[in-house]
């Protein structure tokens, strides 16, 4: 079972910066979209940046301007900086992929998520 394996969280004062990457742990046939979404405590999981289907890049608004979402096409693996990071950034960050074809079927990839906690 291929999963979706993420590191770079961790605590970060207000301001800070922190790269979050995200990696397959074995082959994903025809990734369509792959980005991140994060889920703070007591509130729903919400896209924070995502490649799309044509190889754009979609942000949350609460986002845009401080982080920025890169990958490594060779490597089917994408990056999240994130700066000038702020207490409401606190959230557990996911790593999110859709893989395969109108013809093969889809399937959605998640990892397990990591911790990124933002405070002085």
């Known amino acids: 079972q291929v999963q979706l394996v993420e590191s770079g969280g961790g605590l970060v004062q207000p301001g800070g910066s922190l790269r979050l990457s995200c990696a397959p742990s074995?082959?994903?046939?025809?990734?369509?979209?792959m980005g991140w979404y994060r889920q703070a405590p007591g509130k729903e999981r919400e896209l924070v940046a995502t490649f799309t289907t044509s190889g754009s890049t979609v942000y949350a608004d609460s986002v845009k301007g401080r982080f920025s979402i890169s990958r490594d096409n060779a490597k089917n693996t994408v990056f999240l900086q994130m700066n000038s990071l702020k207490p409401e950034d606190t959230a557990v960050y996911y790593c999110?992929?859709?893989?395969?074809?109108?013809?093969?079927?889809?399937?959605?990839?998640w990892g397990q998520g990591t911790q990124v906690t933002v405070s002085s």
């Open positions: 999110n992929a859709v893989g395969g074809s109108s013809h093969y079927g889809f399937k959605v990839y």
């Open positions: 074995g082959s994903i046939f025809s990734i369509n979209t």
